[in-house]
C-alpha cells in the first residue's frame, strides 16, 4: 500500500527558500513516477515537477522553471522539492503524488496516490 507523507512547508518571506519532504512508503522508485502538485484556495491543482523512475530525469512547471528543483533519495524513500526565490504567488498547499507509470504526466487524474498536503505561505 503506497503512502506519502509531506513536510516542511510553512510561513517564509518573498525571496526566501524552503524545503519540502515527501516521504513514501511502499513505491517502487524503477516503476513509479512521483511528482509535486500545488493548490491555491480557489484554484485549479497545479503540477510543480516531477522525477522520473530512473531519477536521471525531473520537469518542472512552467511556473517554477529556474526556481524549484526536485531531488530523491532512494535509499531513505523520500523525494524533496527545494523551493527558492520564493514569490507570494507560490502560496498554496503542495502535494506528492505517486503515478504507476515510467511515464511523467502532468496532469492529476493520471496519479493515483497522494499526501494530505503541506502548506507553504508566502509573505510579501
Known amino acids: 500500500q503506497v503512502q506519502l507523507v509531506e513536510s516542511g512547508g510553512g510561513l517564509v518571506q518573498a525571496g526566501g527558500s524552503l524545503r519540502l519532504s515527501c516521504a513514501a512508503s511502499?513505491?517502487?522508485?524503477?516503476?513509479?513516477?512521483i511528482s509535486w502538485f500545488r493548490q491555491a484556495p480557489g484554484r485549479e491543482r497545479e503540477f510543480v515537477g516531477a522525477i522520473s523512475w530512473s531519477g536521471g530525469n525531473t520537469l518542472d512547471g512552467d511556473s517554477v522553471k529556474g526556481r524549484f528543483a526536485i531531488s530523491r533519495d532512494s535509499a531513505k524513500n523520500m523525494v524533496f522539492l527545494e523551493m527558492n526565490s520564493l514569490k507570494s504567488e507560490d502560496t498554496a498547499v503542495y502535494y506528492c503524488?505517486?503515478?504507476?507509470?515510467?511515464?511523467?504526466?502532468?496532469?492529476?487524474?493520471?496519479?493515483?496516490?497522494w499526501g494530505q498536503g503541506t502548506q507553504v505561505t508566502v509573505s510579501s
Open positions: 503524488a505517486v503515478r504507476r507509470s515510467k511515464t511523467i504526466a502532468t496532469t492529476p487524474p493520471l496519479y493515483e496516490y
Open positions: 511502499g513505491v517502487t522508485f524503477s516503476r513509479h513516477v
